[in-house]
């Protein structure tokens, strides 16, 4: 089935297949049929709210059906869904909903108070709680109930706006990009058009969407399920043992994860003694994953095929990928690396003046694709910097080798200038995870009297094992040139992350640049 539209999935699958399993969410299963006339009586209640097309409705709430529900209806009627960060405070909120012009908002009831606290600052017209509703106020789900279905679709043009999701904000104010019904759609199809046996989705399939859908990682990978009529088991947040356990009783065939939760689930007992092998494909990425996290996993889940994915909100998911076929469980070259453009999507690595470099060289990563952002919301400076003669610039530094594999250094802002040398993270920190006792690391630059920044490590140890800062630094210098090296070593008990896996470097940074004009020397 070739769909013009992200709402329409719903319907198809109610037409062809409405007694198959749409979504399980803990004991609650819920037949395509059914979400259907949800989304249709959500269609209806947001049209007797006044919401029109081009009106951005929000959503802010841990992963839940009926985000999947909301998402589709607001497809169907031509409104965009503007999901939230839940673990922004008020204040963050608040700079969303006015820059979104969010009309409705429903949320999780946990976060209540910071939701009234940011509606009082933005002026929002109505709030609705996924759960536990009020005199005044019912549920969602009580509200759409009291709705007739309406199957009314809209007439949206490929690139109309459906989805507004926003930047991870960890510096600066987050900017809303503009997804449309093409690029979700040209990214859901990209894998058909490799023609490898991983790419396929059937009706049988089962996904395990755990990733935060306020994130194209999440969202996305609820897309795939739902333009294939498979099932989507659908967990509230990535619990590990939730993960593990979830995996083995329902019989998950695909699924999607960060590195971070990758590296969580190999350390965790239940790993080795769960039955993992109804897993045939496991997709990786939002980060860089160091190899021995790599090998670990492919030694967990051994029945899996692994898919290493690289893309960014702004290409509204996947634009590279490493096929199966270059994953080796003895580990090579190419699995440091992230991959191959999908036939249609281009790369280019670019210097700072915008000209092409050779292979084997580090600059910036450009993207053309018709994955490709439409922009970003009311702020056209930063679309143009962004977007340049129909190229999208990542901002992310790497280089691609003779045979156009792609492999990521790392974000272009997170370099370290140490002595007028250019160091990149994330081969200091490739160089880390390989350390027997290393279970979690990150790198950074910190100010320096004598080179400027020098190379910082961040360590969390495995439970029960024991490394000295010389260790560590010995072990890196047998791996990577000197002047990559860390010259000191902190020991923390867990890195601060984001809710898709990206270690918070700028708070890591904070300490030892307090004070400072500015934040690099």
Avoid at 61 to 81: F, I, K, S, T, W
Avoid at 362 to 388: L, Q
Wanted: a negative charge.
């Amino acid at each position: 089935m070739i769909f013009e539209r992200i709402g329409q999935f719903t319907e198809h699958w109610a037409r062809e297949t409405p007694w198959r399993i749409a979504t399980v969410f803990g004991d609650r299963r819920t037949s395509y049929a059914a979400l259907h006339k949800r989304v249709l009586r959500a269609v209806a209640a947001l049209r007797a709210a006044g919401i029109a097309p081009g009106d951005r409705v929000g959503h802010m709430g841990l992963n839940h059906p009926d985000y999947l529900v909301l998402m589709q209806a607001c497809a169907r009627m031509g409104a965009v869904l503007a999901p939230i960060n839940w673990r922004l405070v008020a204040g963050e909120v608040a700079w969303i909903l006015k820059d979104a012009g969010i009309r409705l908002l429903l949320a999780d009831r946990a976060f209540a108070p910071v939701v009234e606290a940011a509606a009082g600052q933005s002026g929002i017209e109505r709030i609705l709680f996924c759960d536990a509703g009020t005199a005044s106020e019912p549920d969602f789900a009580t509200w759409i109930e009291g709705h007739a279905p309406d199957a009314a679709e809209h007439p949206a043009e490929p690139d109309d706006v459906v989805l507004q999701l926003y930047t991870s904000g960890t510096t600066g104010f987050p900017k809303g990009a503009l997804l449309t019904h093409r690029s979700l759609l040209g990214t859901i199809g990209k894998g058909a058009l490799t023609g490898e046996d991983w790419s396929r989705w059937d009706e049988d399939d089962v996904a395990l969407v755990a990733m935060p859908l306020f994130h194209i990682g999440g969202t996305g990978w609820a897309l795939h399920a739902l333009e294939a009529g498979a099932t989507a088991v659908i967990l509230a947040r990535p619990d590990i043992e939730a993960i593990i356990e979830t995996i083995a009783t329902e019989r998950v065939t695909k699924a999607f994860a960060v590195p971070a939760v990758l590296n969580m689930i190999i350390h965790h007992p239940k790993a080795r003694t769960s039955d993992l092998s109804s897993l045939t494909e496991l997709l990786y990425g939002a980060s860089p994953i160091p190899l021995e996290v790599l090998k670990g996993a492919m030694g967990v889940f051994r029945n899996a095929r692994f898919i290493q994915c690289y893309g960014a909100t702004e290409t509204s998911g996947t634009v590279v990928y490493l096929p199966p076929a270059d994953h080796d469980p003895a580990g090579n070259q190419r699995m440091r690396g992230c991959g191959k453009p999908f036939p249609g999507n281009e790369i280019r690595i670019v210097d700072q003046a915008g000209r092409d470099l050779p292979p084997r060289e580090v600059g910036e990563i450009a993207v053309r694709s018709v994955s490709v952002m439409k922009g970003y919301h009311n702020n056209p400076e930063a679309t143009r910097k962004a977007i340049r003669d129909g190229w999208y610039f990542t901002g992310d530094a790497g280089w691609m080798d003779e045979d156009g594999y792609l492999y990521i250094h790392d974000r272009v802002k997170d370099m370290i200038v140490s002595g007028a040398e250019n160091i990149y993270p994330a081969e200091v920190e490739n160089a880390l995870a390989s350390h027997p006792a290393i279970k979690d690391a990150a790198v950074i630059g910190v100010p320096d009297p004598k080179w400027g920044e020098a190379v910082k490590a961040i360590v969390v140890l495995k439970e029960g094992m024991e490394a000295t800062e010389a260790d560590i630094i010995a072990h890196c210098r047998a791996h990577i040139a000197g002047y990559k090296c860390p010259k000191s070593v902190d020991f923390v008990a867990e890195l601060p992350r984001n809710p898709s896996g990206k270690i918070l470097k700028k708070e890591l940074r904070k300490p030892y640049w307090e004070g400072r004009e500015r934040q690099v020397a």
